[in-house]
């Protein structure tokens, strides 16, 4: 996304605008900026209420001691001497209901023609940089479908945050250098005896059964054949750790190719572990924190409840983490003497913020929601006020087959991976579903259901509307060959010819999608995209079923090529924004749907 200022495309932030101008013209000035952050001006849930609806009387009257309504009249009154508004009335207990000139809809439709793919884009990022860590599965087996919500929620924030203008690193952080490693390099060394000839009638308790490790140990036994046997034990891991992480990184990122997810940065935490010139990344944090009074040397309470066997009341290094948010401080290093996984989480925050990093959103499972406020307080501590830290957590994703229960696996035994999924549904459908709740609420994933193509099945409802869209395109191109729909004759067509309810309800949708990119950017939900372009398309069926009933509708008028052409110009913008929306969740748009 280029740094440059894009051109405002928002209805809502225009009106905004003539709000504030507005309330200058009252010489109502003293309402201080925080308050104004606060006004609001959205679509009205019914039509019928009018085009755009304001909250601005109801959040000043307070400060200015006016009655909310009276306040409201007398902004009203103001804003109808704006050209754009043909009315503004007063509702409830001091909402304002604004009426937009007749030719508002369509003048502002040419804008979306001009934008094309880049309607909505660039609004609100800045170029700031922004880091988006998703996934980070342990290197120890393949992805299973518990990963594949938090890929596809992860990659299309990141995408979204992209739209919008920010700078965005997409980010894999490796765990590489924690006692799992150890286990997936001696279940590899199962598999490598195994390749020797050893019969190995059962895996060993505690190591990783899977037969996705028989590659790596058939690969070391044809390159190291009995070697390996004769090393010293040091030596042996250290082969076997190396290239059961390599394998399973390859592994890892041929199943994310399949979702369409290829991360920018893949940061390996032992990186953090190594000593350069003497010191790690975690030494250099722990120096760096010390003189801020954030690293000290304590005991800790034992934990409430049951006191586990290998409790230790013992003197140790600490992490002040009370005094930024967080529940208990924080031990930085075990009894014996090696570091703690949280004293490698506020060094990998640190490295992400002497990168330059202004906000950082971590994608985890709803198993790691213990985490959230000790790496706020991390972030409290190591950046202040000058860079961001949001966590999103993914709740389960539940597998059916039509209505059954689905379960196992046939290559991984114990879970369903992500490339069985996708190689049965398409990553259409596993990518769009994945967002089409929220990531905090539960997701029931039914095989049956998400390949169906019918209008109870939201990927093929949105990607419908957009085919149908260009099957409208092209019938007009063959039907009334001598009509020029190129670009430049859309933008100077006779817009004002679309007088229908449906063609304005189309335009008014459409208006939407920057004010949509903007909320979901700034709260991280990119399943709010996902809803929108829903609601679009229902609009779009919707006005196509009325013209089966009323055919001066339709969008194809032999005998009007101006009116024509005015709804092609309707109906490429109408598909610039699905494409838009479907690009930014990972989802195709296909030209013809089979």
């Known amino acids: 996304m280029s740094a440059q200022k894009s ?4 209805v809502f932030k225009k009106f905004e605008k003539i709000i504030r101008k507005a309330l200058q013209a009252i010489e109502i000035k003293s309402t201080g900026e925080d308050l104004l952050e606060r006004v609001v001006v959205e679509a009205p849930r019914d039509p019928a209420h009018g085009d755009l609806a304001t909250n601005v009387a109801m959040v000043l009257a307070k400060p200015l001691a006016m009655k909310p309504r009276d306040l409201a009249q007398k902004i009203a009154d103001t804003l109808t001497e704006n050209e754009a508004i043909a009315a503004a009335e007063i509702a409830g207990p001091g909402f304002i209901n604004l009426r937009l000139a007749p030719g508002f809809w369509t003048d502002h439709l040419a804008t979306i023609v001009e934008a094309g793919r880049s309607y909505g884009a660039g609004q609100t990022g800045n170029s700031r940089k922004v880091n988006v860590e998703y996934v980070s599965a342990n290197p ?15 990659d299309s924030l990141a995408n979204l945050l992209e739209f919008a203008g920010f700078d965005v690193t997409k980010e894999y952080v490796i765990n590489d250098a924690g006692v799992q490693i150890d286990v997936l390099a001696r279940s590899v060394e199962v598999r490598y005896l195994e390749a020797l000839g050893e019969a190995i009638t059962e895996i060993p308790a505690g190591l990783y059964p899977g037969d996705y490790l028989v590659p790596i140990g058939r690969q070391l036994a044809a390159e190291y054949g009995s070697e390996l046997l004769e090393m010293d034990q040091e030596a042996k891991m250290e082969i076997l750790r190396d290239r059961s992480i390599d394998a399973m990184m390859r592994l890892i990122k041929e199943d994310l190719a399949l979702l369409n997810v290829h991360h920018d940065v893949f940061f390996s935490e032992r990186t953090l572990h190594e000593k350069l010139s003497g010191s790690s990344a975690i030494d250099r944090m722990l120096e760096s924190l010390r003189g801020t009074g954030y690293i000290y040397e304590g005991r800790l309470p034992p934990p409430k409840g049951e006191v586990p066997e290998d409790w230790e009341d013992r003197e140790q290094v600490l992490f002040r983490s009370t005094s930024v948010g967080d529940d208990m401080d924080r031990p930085l290093v075990k009894s014996d003497g090696s570091y703690t996984y949280f004293a490698a989480d506020v060094a990998y925050f640190k490295d992400k913020f002497d990168r330059g990093f202004e906000r950082m959103v971590y994608v985890l499972g709803a198993d790691h929601g213990g985490y959230v406020k000790r790496l706020k307080a991390v972030a409290r501590a190591i950046a202040g006020d000058k860079a961001e830290l949001d966590v999103l957590l993914t709740q389960l994703v539940k597998l059916y087959r039509d209505g059954e229960p689905v379960r196992m696996s046939k290559r991984a035994g114990d879970f369903v991976t992500l490339k069985e999924v996708v190689e049965e549904v398409g990553v259409d459908a596993v990518r769009f579903m994945m967002l089409y709740r929220k990531p905090e609420a539960p997701l029931d994933f039914d095989f049956v259901k998400v390949t169906e193509q019918s209008k109870d099945n939201p990927v093929f409802y949105v990607q419908y509307a957009y085919a149908r869209c260009k099957s409208v395109l092209r019938q007009a191109n063959a039907d009334m060959p001598d009509l020029d729909l190129g670009m430049e004759a859309l933008a100077e067509a006779e817009l004002g010819r679309l007088l229908d309810e449906g063609e304005v309800a189309l335009i008014r949708k459409m208006a939407e999608y920057p004010k949509v990119i903007e909320q979901a950017a700034a709260s991280d939900e990119p399943h709010r995209v996902a809803f929108y372009l829903h609601e679009l398309a229902s609009e779009l069926h919707t006005h196509w079923s009325r013209g089966k009933e009323m055919p001066e509708l ?10 024509t052409t005015a709804r092609m110009a309707l109906l490429t913008a109408l598909s610039g924004i699905l494409a838009s929306g479907l690009a930014i969740i990972g989802v195709s748009a296909p030209e013809e749907m089979r």
Not at 7 to 10: F, G, V
Not at 554 to 563: E, L, Q, S
């Open 140 to 154: 120890t087996g393949p992805m299973h479908v518990g990963h594949c919500r938090g890929a596809v929620v992860g």
């Open 7 to 10: 051109p405002l495309h928002s």
């Open 554 to 563: 339709r969008f194809i008028n032999p005998d009007d090529a101006k009116v």
